[in-house]
Nanobody
């Protein structure tokens, strides 16, 4: 069974940090571009970050640049999202997704390009 599982979400105060993990089972995650998305209540799903197969190319939405870092450990079949200096507007359910290795997929971080999705993990930033 092909599956992505996110972990690491939780409640954190503004300015705090969390590290999300995305682990694959049933398929080889190193063969895919991986993206992180988030969806806040009443809002559309938003592409947050994306990483190439070998980790050499990354992309971020402007609102998280300088605060979030995406990385991957292909030996562990896992992708991470380190989130620092969290803000209340970062509150959302965060999803990881796997997609084909194409330049456009990394450049646009469009949910329509990703075929495999996890179930999501809640991140709440509040004092």
């Amino acid at each position: 069974q092909l599956q992505l599982v996110e972990s690491g979400g939780g409640l954190v105060q503004p300015g705090g940090s969390l590290r999300l993990s995305c682990t694959a089972s049933g398929f080889t995650l190193p063969a895919y571009v991986v993206g992180w998305f988030r969806q806040a209540p009443g809002k559309e799903r938003e592409g947050v970050s994306c990483i190439s197969i070998n980790g050499g190319i990354t992309n971020y939405v402007d609102s998280v640049k300088g605060r979030f870092t995406i990385s991957r450990d292909n030996a562990k079949n896992t992708v991470y999202l380190q989130m620092n200096n969290l803000k209340p507007e970062d509150t959302a359910v965060y999803y990881c997704a796997a997609g084909p290795s194409r330049t456009k997929v990394i450049a646009t971080i469009d949910a329509k390009d990703f075929g495999y999705w996890g179930q999501g993990t809640q991140v709440t930033v509040s004092s």
